[in-house]
């Protein structure tokens, strides 16, 4: 099998590669176990080679690709080495794309679109798992979010991932791709630098007090999250593409809420208290920021994600399970 | 005011573009009235110059232009005489938006997201109305739909016109135009010939027959159809553009189900022949089609339209008058 990955030089990118080849094995559209063969990692921003171990003689090829999704398309629809899986996360994100209209409208709803065409030139219509995200809904929204709550963005990147789920959604039902599409909770605890998400914050409260730097807080203790931590958005993703679509279809669609937990910022501040002491906890600064604010407060707190649970997704255990995950995979890696 | 319309060679938009010359006032932004001055009427089609009453002096200016969408956004921008209103009616309909993927595609999403971008570059945001359809519900649904449904499009065409309410929804969130959306029922009845919509055989039956002409109806008929008339149809586009944003927005958004009679192909074969006699009614050929069925099954049939009751959206009286109405505005006009 040869499988794409866009975005791969993001966090979840470069952890589904490692994944991937670590344990490179996937379902085909006929639910038989295939070796992935080739992995072909593409970014605008450089990819890291991945460490591949050696000698196993197993672990796939590796191709590291630095363009933009025009590129991936190119390299969907080499007719020497057709693609038999995507995984799209490559986007401009929330406030990048709020900032800047004309490049979130380019790359995350022209740029999807163009995978999809990609794809739907091959003979074989490949699976496709799209990265969307709990930003599809905002506005006035009812106290718990359901499997069939409708999506109202108040934001061009909700916008925009909406408008990739439809897509993904009629190009599935021509035949042209078997997709599937992961609302994404906010990621937590993501490693490196602060990003232009809206939502880089709840990482950041994590992440720099316990390497024992400052960290800025942009909105008030009793604001509500719906998180997911990294290993766990990286087995959904691989979960996702292994489920039959049929099964997607009988339990209500190609698009899935993923299964969160709900914290509040209050609730994080304490977890890092207890993961790194009461000098940790006290190195986050709350520096109200309107601009985030008024993005944070349309995502959606709280859910009930029955089809995603009928359907094996699993959530983490705990706010302190995801940050000792965060401590073994990520803490000294920076 | 200068106003333009698009899909102005179809039935609704020379009905739409009549009835502003006849009633040259519109509002704006700031609830003013505001007389028509000109009227910019395109269509690929070619569109007939309508009647213009006599000696008035009050008509607008009505220019005709054949032409596709990327030419209705030519004239949209054109710095010595911006447009402060748009119709947005051009579509490539539902049986044809799902023979022809691309066709679709390049119409009812490129071309509208055209439009919009061209409204962008005015310095006053003008009034987009957007002719958007029921067709964007599908698959499963709840036996009633409301204003709160999700909808989840099992065609091309709904598809795209959901994917047009969002791109209204998100550039007049960001002040570029000020949009709103109307999920149109089935329109009934269509003067003139068949056309390549599947709900197309809704006219024929009614049409055909008082015409003494033999129709086809592809469904059976315990078939169910929301359905309004031209007549309620351009007066809802006329108080969609006349509504506040606030109004909208209090109410819920800019996109709105509007309000229809719901109907079954028994209860229109019934009304015909109380119209046109025994005779008429037997004119009606039923003669299955699984293709068309397949798509008009996918439609939804009841509806709780709250919110464009709310809003003053009115339906039609009765089938009768619906009827009615055909036969005075249009059986003769033939």
């Not at 304490?270 to 993961?275: I, N, Q």
């Amino acid at each position: 099998m040869r499988i794409l990955i866009t975005g791969s030089a993001g966090f979840i990118g470069r952890k589904l590669a490692a994944d991937l080849i670590r344990n490179p094995v996937l379902k085909d559209g006929e639910g038989r176990q295939q070796r992935i063969t080739d992995l072909i990692l593409v970014d605008v921003m450089p990819t890291p080679q991945p460490a591949v171990p050696r000698g196993g003689g197993e672990a796939p090829r590796v191709a590291v690709v630095t363009g933009g999704l025009a590129e991936a398309a190119d390299l969907v629809r080499r007719p020497d080495a057709p693609v038999h899986g995507v995984f799209h996360l490559a986007a401009v994100v929330s406030s990048g794309a709020e900032e800047d209209f004309d490049l979130g409208y380019r790359v995350n709803l022209d740029g999807t679109r163009g995978l999809l065409e990609a794809c739907r030139g091959l003979d074989d219509p490949p699976k496709f798992v799209f990265a969307s995200s709990v930003a599809v809904f905002g506005g006035a929204m009812p106290d718990v979010i359901r499997d069939e709550t409708v999506a109202t963005p108040q934001t061009s990147y909700g916008t925009q991932k909406l408008i990739g789920e439809l897509l993904v959604n009629d190009f599935s039902r021509k035949g042209m791709v078997d997709g599937r599409s992961l609302r994404l909770p906010t990621v937590m605890v993501r490693p490196g630098k602060p990003n232009k998400a809206a939502s880089t914050f709840a990482s950041s409260i994590i992440r720099e007090p316990l390497q024992g730097q400052r960290a800025v807080c942009p909105v008030p203790e009793d604001t509500g999250l719906w998180v997911l931590s990294p290993r766990r958005v990286v087995a959904a993703m691989r979960h996702a593409f292994d489920l039959p679509a049929d099964r997607l279809l009988a339990a209500g669609g190609r698009t899935v809420n993923l299964v969160g937990l709900t914290v509040s910022v209050a609730d994080v501040v304490e977890a890092v208290g207890k993961a790194g002491g009461a000098e940790a906890a006290g190195l986050i600064d709350f520096v109200p920021d309107e601009r985030i604010q008024a993005i944070v407060r349309t995502w959606p707190v709280r859910f009930a994600p029955d089809r995603a649970l009928a359907l094996g997704f699993a959530p983490d255990e705990s706010l302190e399970a995801i940050i000792a995950a965060f401590i073994e995979d990520d803490l000294n890696a920076e």
